[in-house]
Nanobody, 115 residues
Framework: QVQLVESGGGLVQAGGSLRLSCAAS????????MGWYRQAPGKQRNVVAA???????NYVDSVKGRFTISRDNATNTVYLQMNSLKPEDTAVYYC?????????WGQGTQVTVSS
């Protein structure tokens, strides 16, 4: 009942920037959390950043000061601004929407940072 459409992935050199977007549609509950997760080859999928509908944010330590998560509640869209990218940021990035009742994932978008 909820669909997530991601965009903004691509190739960038170390030190560059990318902005990921994820638009949620369908039966959206106004109280929710949206977040970005990533999975590199051979590694677990881990949270990068998350934001509640109230605007509270959390980040994994490795991206603090470089990445910024934001959202537009009017359009149910979450963004991840990624600056000062490093090769270790290379991964498939997944958008997630969840509430106390639902949990949905996007299909993922590839981010590759070259050195």
């Amino acid at each position: 009942q909820v669909q997530l459409v991601e965009s903004g992935g691509g190739l960038v050199q170390a030190g560059g920037s990318l902005r990921l977007s994820c638009a949620a549609s369908g039966s959206i509950f106004s109280i929710n959390t949206m977040g970005w997760y990533r999975q590199a080859p051979g590694k677990q999928r881990n949270v990068v950043a998350a934001i509640t509908s109230g605007g509270s944010t959390n980040y994994v330590d490795s991206v603090k000061g470089r990445f910024t998560i934001s959202r537009d509640n009017a359009t149910n869209t979450v963004y991840l601004q990624m600056n000062s990218l490093k090769p270790e940021d290379t991964a498939v990035y997944y958008c997630r929407y969840y509430t106390s009742r639902d949990d949905y994932w996007g299909q993922g978008t590839q981010v590759t940072v070259s050195s």
